[in-house]
């Protein structure tokens, strides 16, 4: 009986949720913001905050899966929306346009801001979104023009164009993590942000890892190429978090200590970078030497 009533206390009503969250949330702000971390009164807001996230947790183990299984049953209803779900080729090709519409978005809102703050920071940063666009632009025209699957040969030199374009990135990303070194640039979100910023990016490098490997295995040069692109944006999100990271928590850290995991952070991503672009590059050109070879006997 005494275990009932404490798992009935894990499902509060929707509207002491609705009330706790907003009021744990202003609270933790002020607390954090004002330096009352060692007050006695903060530790009872980590208590109701502790309950409130488990609650809100609770909650979603409860409702989520029927609320999943609900709307894939309308989405797969929808002959839009199967397709969707069930055609890779389809799929890709809708992402592409909203990572390249994303991306210009990003970089226009970047010029911008170096125009206004008069800065090299948002230009470096505006380059990156810019060769990121440009290999989605071209991978976006040749699905449009050609499709995926229908010119083998022309698909592999697409892929290899947008190689050799992705190798330009370690240019821009060397250039960013000097000015993260030796200018103090970097990211910065304040409060609870730069958790929601965290799980965001290690959802997307979780994403782009699945999908690298599952699309390598259809054998699309096209689309295999839109994975590595995504996973090259996700690791330059990862040292971007990074360096968010030390702005948010890393006061009590030396500086020379953030330097040393910065560059070996940015060594990591460049390494990673250029591998891929140099395996799809050889990859590519290796399966068009042959092409043109058993063309010309």
């Not at 609705?18 to 971390?37: D, M, R, W």
């Not at 809100?56 to 199967?82: D, F, Q």
């Not at 592409?96 to 170096?114: F, H, K, R, W």
């Not at 990862?238 to 952070?265: H, N, P, V, Y």
Request: with cysteine.
């Amino acid at each position: 009986m005494e275990w009932k009533k404490l798992i009935k206390l894990l499902f509060p009503p929707i509207w002491v949720i609705a009330v706790l969250v907003p009021l744990c949330t202003a609270a933790l702000v002020y607390i954090f913001v004002n330096g009352y971390e060692e007050h006695p009164l903060a530790y009872l807001c980590y208590l109701l905050s502790f309950y409130t996230l488990t609650a809100v947790v609770m909650r979603c183990i409860n409702v989520i899966p029927h609320r999943y299984r609900t709307a894939k049953e309308k989405l797969y209803s929808n002959p839009v929306g199967s397709r969707f779900m069930t055609d890779m080729k389809f799929r890709t090709h809708i992402i592409l346009y909203g990572s390249l519409a994303v991306n210009l978005l990003y970089a226009t809102v970047n010029v911008i801001s170096g125009v206004i703050y008069n800065t090299a920071w948002f230009f470096v940063l505006a380059v990156y979104y810019t060769i990121l666009a440009v290999m989605r632009f071209l991978l976006v025209q040749f699905v449009n023009r050609i499709g995926i699957g229908k010119n083998r040969f022309k698909e592999l030199r697409r892929s290899r164009l947008c190689g050799y374009i992705l190798l330009t990135v370690n240019l821009v990303l060397s250039a960013a993590v000097l000015m993260i070194l030796y200018q103090g640039k970097g990211y910065s979100y304040n409060g609870i942000l730069i958790y929601v910023m965290a799980a965001y990016t290690f959802w997307i490098t979780g994403i782009a890892i699945k999908n690298l490997i599952t699309f390598r295995r259809i054998g699309s040069p096209v689309m295999s190429m839109a994975k590595i692109i995504s996973m090259a944006a996700a690791l330059v999100s990862m040292l971007s978090l990074e360096t968010a990271m030390f702005s948010a928590f890393g006061q009590d850290m030396a500086e020379e200590e953030k330097r040393l995991f910065i560059m070996l952070t940015g060594a990591g991503v460049s390494i990673v970078i250029v591998t891929m672009a140099v395996c799809s590059i050889v990859k590519n050109s290796s399966e068009i030497k042959k092409i043109m070879e058993n063309k010309y006997e």
